[in-house]
């Protein structure tokens, strides 16, 4: 079994083009588009294992959609432990409207889980027989599924020698550090929501992670910082990466490259610094990269030996 197992409750495929100029009733005639698998889970997979990760990932599918998802994951060389569903499997559209250069982002809500299906989500986890260093959970939950089913991951996992990694935001994450989780990804308005706290400078958004651990909620909090960088804060120790200086070409897809860097370097045996290292590089390089496409692993190498990180005091 991989070393890393990725969960991704609602994949999509996205699909990405550009139009001259984005206007009500007229029709919109759009360049060429490019089809990606997407979904929090599966991002952080493909860039994992395009770092040379060994990755395995589980993803409910259905209807025609999905085969193709499924095809897509294949080619990407990424194993995939599937879970039928009754329904087909959503697609998002990202729109560059060129006039502008402003990205449009359609996103549907995906298909509607039942019970049983996403409690073969969490058996087809259940049943992964050797266990992976990382289990990495991305994105929000689709219609059906309760608000404690990344709690009920971490049950799952906290039975392993496995950590549990987890990016998503209100009521599921709030209900998943009631079980306890190793590492946490918010952003900063993630944060403020879990902590209702307006989180104004640096000591209050170490203080408010520092709570957190101290509560035994995660281990690790990555809280990013979009073009401000990235803060990584343990129960004694604080690091403070400032940005690098790319030229933004999308922004979309950051929190999934940084992640996906993240657990990458962690399960290849490196320690925190420097994954939060490889982290902030993977981050800024999706920066770089046109619409949907995640970060290339060249940028993330070249920008890796750039990034600053100092001690952090709160
Ligand atoms: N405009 C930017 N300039 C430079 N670096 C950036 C920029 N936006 C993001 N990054 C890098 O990517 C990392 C993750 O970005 P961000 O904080 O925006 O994540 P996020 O809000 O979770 O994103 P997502 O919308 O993908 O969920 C940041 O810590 C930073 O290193
Ligand atoms: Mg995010």
Redesign the pocket.
Known sequence: MSSIVTLTMNPAIDISTATQRVEPVSKLRCHDARRDPGG?GV?VARVANRLGGDVTAIYPIGGLVGQLFKQMVDEQGIKSVIVPLRDETREDFTVHDEATGQQYRFVLAGPQLSETEWKNCLAALAAIESKPQFVCASGSLPPGAPDDLYRRVAKIVAGWSSKFVL?TSGAALRSALREGVYLI??????LRDLTNAPLADQAAMIGACRDLIGRGCCQVI?????????LLVTADRAWR?G????I?VS?????????GGMVWALASGMTLEQSFRY??????A??LAPGTELCKPQDVRRLSGQVTLEAASS
């Open positions: 929090g991002n990016d990804k918010p952003n900063l308005q993630e990555a809280l990013t910082l979009g073009a401000e960088g990235a990466a940005p690098l200086p790319v933004v922004t979309v897809g950051t929190g999934d490259s940084f992640l982290a902030v590089a993977a981050g800024s999706a920066v």
